[in-house]
């Protein structure tokens, strides 16, 4: 059975949102830990299908954690839930490479759609703090400005969660060709995974912030 795994160290804030989750995502086993390091363990032997961190923690920090694991799997799906709603600290998580960012200040709602969001693979960032990251945002990243037309077109494409299959059909190229062109994409850029390259998009202003909000 796939897995869950929720990493936060009030028992009491753990135990209500695996309950919620565990009720609105059927077929999903919830793992939960209280500690940073526990969580990386917990990781490395289960492979959970999502991890949820939040950031303070009583040993290593959430933000720890997912560096660990993104070392390890940089395409590992992350949702960080955290009770610090300042930009800076959503910024350096989404630049880890991590799906979302979420405030236990938001609805349970917003919970289970991130959920929903980071389980798919797709980016997910709470609509007011999203609003934040962009209104702080000066520019175009200069790694973009070297870029051909079609790099752009397949970069803002996967940026908005496009398949290669669809790319494909919409540029009139193969899905092989779509895979090239995002393979040298990602040396170019410097970066790893499709996450990182979405934070890019989100950064430079080439994807609005509306659509870090998808739900199900």
């Known amino acids: ?3 869950i795994l929720l990493c ?3 028992a009491v804030v753990r135990h209500g949102y695996a309950s919620l989750l565990d009720a609105l995502l059927p077929g999903y086993e919830m793992l939960q830990v209280g500690c940073g390091r526990e ?3 917990v990781w490395q032997k289960q492979q959970p299908e999502l991890t949820v961190l939040d950031i ?3 040993d290593i920090s959430g933000l ?4 660990l694991i993104l070392e390890r799997k940089p395409e590992a799906r992350i949702l960080v839930f955290s009770m610090y709603e300042e930009t800076p600290l959503a910024n350096q998580a989404l630049q880890l490479g991590v799906l979302g960012y979420i405030t236990k200040s938001c609805p349970p709602q917003v919970m289970v759609d991130a959920v929903r969001a980071a389980l798919k693979g797709k ?3 709470e609509h007011e703090l999203a609003t934040r990251l962009a209104c702080q945002q000066d520019g175009t990243d200069r790694r973009l400005k070297g870029m051909t037309q079609r790099e752009m077109e397949v970069f803002t494409m996967l940026a908005r969660g496009l398949s290669s299959q669809h790319i494909a059909e919409h540029l009139n190229i193969s899905a092989k060709t779509v895979a090239n062109h995002t393979a040298l994409l990602k040396q170019k850029l410097g970066i790893r995974s499709t996450a990182e390259l979405v934070h890019l998009a989100f950064t430079s202003g080439l994807v609005p912030s509306a659509s870090f909000q998808q739900t199900s």
């Open 8 to 10: 936060d160290d009030h």
């Open 123 to 125: 980016p997910y960032v």
């Open 56 to 58: 303070h923690l009583p």
């Open 1 to 3: 059975m796939p897995k």
């Open 39 to 41: 969580a990386f363990s």
């Open 64 to 67: 720890e954690v997912a560096r």
